[in-house]
């Protein structure tokens, strides 16, 4: 008998889609790690050395917070098309959550490991998967 490893649930819901589906949940994902990185980066940190000249990519905190907001309406809807209606505002609120986490967590700090940015992504999908699941259950419940 072999031992064969089972697959995590995590696993299971990617394997279980379309490839067009696996490539659109990706891309909706990298929605949201942009909106973590854009925080950092309007806030100045950056992996450049000190001597070379700053890029602003986000000119002012109104900027970041709409970009923000495009990339959690975007993340939702392509990680989740077929059920739009909850995945949209699950979405949305996630990426402002990773957004407004990220700002506060770097807010007392003046130097950042790469990695550190994982506590704000987690927390931010952490919210965006309990209203994912409320908003689901209200819509699409069956009657």
């Given amino acids: 008998m072999e031992n064969t490893p089972q697959n995590t649930p995590t696993e299971k819901f990617y394997l279980e889609k379309s490839k067009l589906d696996r490539i659109l949940f990706i891309i909706g ?15 100045g940190f950056s992996t450049t050395s000190q001597s070379e000249p700053k890029v602003t990519l986000i000119p002012d905190e109104e ?10 309406i975007i993340g939702g809807a392509l990680m989740n098309y077929r059920k739009f209606l909850a995945a949209i505002p699950a979405g949305l609120i996630a990426s402002l959550a990773i957004t407004d986490i990220t700002l506060a967590y770097i ?20 919210i965006g998967v309990w209203v994912y699941k409320f908003f689901h259950s209200v819509i699409y419940r069956k009657i």
């Fill in 29 to 43: 994902a990298l929605c949201f790690i942009t909106s973590a990185v854009l925080a950092l980066a309007y806030s």
């Fill in 63 to 72: 900027t970041l917070w709409y970009i923000s907001i495009a990339c959690g």
């Fill in 107 to 126: 807010s007392f700090r003046n130097s950042i490991y790469m990695a550190e940015i994982l506590i704000p992504l987690g927390a931010g999908c952490f």
